[in-house]
């Protein structure tokens, strides 16, 4: 499977971005979909997961109510919308793949990564 994000860039604080994740080589349809990110010196943080059919997600609390991960399997791609903006979510951010139908924040339960997409927030 290879991944490729788009949608990173320049925000300010309190505006949105919305990132995409897009599959190929084979369909992602039946395995959880995520997102992480690393900030400059520091390691990979969980930011999201979605299930296989999209109708159970997971979010880490800093991003909680602000960040939306979405998935349209049609398209086998994935979405990270990101409302709220902060200057501490500016960080390289992450798709990844799922081993199995279900993930959560251990990014050993990915088996596949994409390059990453940065995103900055200015204060």
């Known amino acids: 499977v290879q991944l490729q994000a788009s949608g990173g860039g320049l925000a300010q604080a309190g505006g949105s971005l919305r990132l995409s994740c897009a599959a190929s080589?084979?369909?992602?349809?039946?395995?959880?979909m995520g997102w992480f990110r690393q900030a400059p010196g520091k390691e990979h943080e969980f930011v999201a997961a979605v299930n296989w059919i999209g109708s159970g997600t997971y979010y880490t609390d800093s991003v909680k109510g602000r960040f939306t991960i979405s998935r349209d399997n049609a398209k086998n791609t994935v979405y990270l919308q990101m409302n709220s903006l902060k200057p501490e979510d500016t960080a390289i951010y992450y798709c990844?793949?799922?081993?199995?139908?279900?993930?959560?924040?251990?990014?050993?339960?990915?088996?596949?990564w994409g390059q990453g997409t940065l995103v900055t927030v200015s204060s």
């Open positions: 990844t793949a799922g081993r199995t139908a279900v993930a959560g924040p251990s990014r050993y339960e990915y088996r596949y």
């Open positions: 080589g084979r369909a992602v349809s039946n395995i959880a």
